[in-house]
């Protein structure tokens, strides 16, 4: 059976030729077998594993493969694990089938109780947006107080981000601060931090974990780049040279390549802050060197081809291309996806992308003279099932809860699943009483745009437009508003000649979770050149 798993391991592999990773994926042969052999042959199968999860959470993802090839193979259990690597490896890039098929393979080669294989069907149940099932078996693995750190710790990472799916960003960070405190957990609230703009908390909370935890080179390379972000280049510089120490004294090859494309990332131009505000970054002696991680990772992409967001399949776009995206959903049976015009006006190139594994290009069919709307009709169509039908569309009317989905922020909230924020209907009208808008409390940040207003029994009720130009306002009137977003009313598509027809009766109520799972495959992030 041994030979039987590691040939349809291989197999798999060969698969990622098709989602354009660079990586060699050779066949060894018994000229290079020595090397593999003595390679493997240091390195710890658990070991070896944990640095590919950690490289997958970096988003190196040619180096996480070259290590998940040299990873230990010597049993069926220990190929069923690289599979779960693989399952972990194509869920960070939104191939959900091949996601499934990977896990799939793991479990005819380890038993249904195993933890790991628990946590990836885990995380394939919240990429496909099935939140219930995923918390269920979460909660069935936090029971286990036996458990490896990296398995808690997986427990944690993934709870919060069940929250975060359905906009539970408070939830998701109590969650996180309750969980065993570590590189992981600390890196990821640092994440939450940026989704909310406070740079300064993210760094005050880095800044300390390094002081208990200097040999986390992870953790000073974002360091860096949050220093970088806030123009403060002194630190970032002192703080780039603890990662590089800490990264050669571990011979990661991965993340010194991680170094020089930080260390290549301009200086952001922005007035520094104020002495007191300012968190000094501490330089300790270097310690023992630690030992060497399991395996000797490939060169990652070279700086102009990198880039440090999470991209489901790849958009085939040259590397180095400027690209703007927004958000949008699927209509017509699959063939038009609606989206704002000032999301495409200024794009030659658009492709949109689900997060269930649909992509296709697509063409500017119309756009609105008196709307911020445009129609885009799909190339390949996407399968009917994940279309908004012309019922499930509905009014907007004041006090309704609503929902809006989409693909905001995508540099820090990730771009293979799109986020949910709940909120009500504030007022019918938008600025001015404009009648084709509407106002909603909500929160939307930049690449909400075009995506979906839903409300609470599953109807779209408007089309996610933005929030007032905060700076303008200031300056104009002197007040400074709390959190003002606008929607375009679901009924202004008729003039584009997307067909309405509200449901003669009354849909029921839908939790949160219910309207995310319904919706994933029907909102699109769209991106343009």
């Known amino acids: 059976m041994m030979q039987n798993a590691l040939a349809r391991l291989f197999v798999f592999l060969i698969g990622f030729f098709a989602i354009g990773l660079q990586a060699s994926l050779a066949v060894q042969t018994d000229n290079n077998a020595a090397t593999n052999t003595a390679t493997s042959a240091a390195a710890n199968s658990a070991q070896a594993l944990a640095y ?82 995923a918390r269920s078996m979460l909660s069935a693995l936090a029971g286990d107080a036996d458990a490896p750190q990296q398995i808690a710790e997986d427990v944690v990472l993934l709870r919060a981000r069940a929250q975060l799916a359905v906009g539970g960003l408070a939830a998701a960070q109590a969650a996180l601060q309750a969980g065993p405190q570590g590189e992981r957990l600390t890196l990821e609230q640092v994440r939450l931090f940026e989704s909310q703009n406070n740079t300064k908390q993210a760094k005050d909370l880095l800044t300390g974990f390094v002081k208990a935890s200097p040999d986390s080179g992870r953790s000073w390379l974002k360091l860096t780049e949050l220093y970088k972000a806030s123009g403060q280049a002194q630190e970032a510089g002192e703080a780039l040279a603890q990662a590089r120490r800490v990264f050669n004294a571990q011979k990661d090859a991965a993340r010194l390549q991680e170094v020089k494309r930080v260390e290549g990332m301009a200086v952001a131009k922005v007035k520094p802050p104020p002495p007191q505000a300012a968190v000094p970054v501490p330089t300790p002696a270097p310690p023992p060197a630690p030992p060497a991680p399991p395996v000797a990772a490939a060169p990652a992409p070279t700086p102009q081809a990198k880039s440090p967001t999470i991209i489901a399949q790849p958009f085939p776009f040259p590397p180095g291309t400027k690209v703007e995206t927004g958000s949008g959903f699927v209509v017509d049976s699959g063939r038009r996806v609606i989206t704002n015009r000032h999301v495409v006006e200024n794009s030659t190139e658009i492709y949109v992308r689900n997060s269930l594994g649909n992509l296709s290009r697509v063409r500017i069919e119309s756009m609105s003279k008196t709307d911020d709307l445009a129609v885009l009709v799909l190339q390949e169509p996407f399968p009917a099932e994940r279309a908004v039908a012309a019922s499930q569309f509905g009014p907007a009317r004041a006090g309704a809860s609503i929902a809006v989905l989409g693909f905001p922020l995508i540099n820090i909230l990730g771009s293979v699943t799109p986020s949910i924020t709940n909120g009500i209907v504030i007022k019918e009208t938008g600025m001015q009483d404009a009648p084709e808008m509407f106002q909603l409390s909500a929160k939307m940040n930049k690449g909400n745009s075009g995506g979906a207003v839903v409300d609470s029994r599953g109807r779209v009720v408007g089309i996610a437009m933005g929030k007032l130009d905060i700076v303008k306002i200031m300056q104009g009137d002197g007040f400074l508003p709390e959190d003002v977003n606008f929607a375009i009313h679901i009924k202004r598509l008729s003039g584009l000649g997307v067909p309405i027809q509200p449901a003669s009766h009354q849909p029921t109520e839908l939790s949160l979770e219910e309207i995310y799972q319904r919706f994933i495959g029907s909102v699109v992030m769209v991106a343009g050149r």
Do not use: C, W
């Open 52 to 133: 590919a999860s950690g490289l997958i959470e970096d988003g190196l993802y040619e180096a996480a493969l070259a290590s998940l090839r040299q990873a230990p193979m010597d049993s069926d259990a220990q190929v069923g694990e690289v599979f779960l690597e693989m399952a972990k490896l194509y869920a960070a890039l939104g191939n959900t089938a091949r996601a499934l098929d990977a896990v799939d393979q793991a479990r005819s080669l380890l038993p249904n109780s195993t933890p790991r294989l628990q946590i990836e069907q885990a995380r394939l149940h919240i990429v496909v947006g099935n939140l219930v099932h």
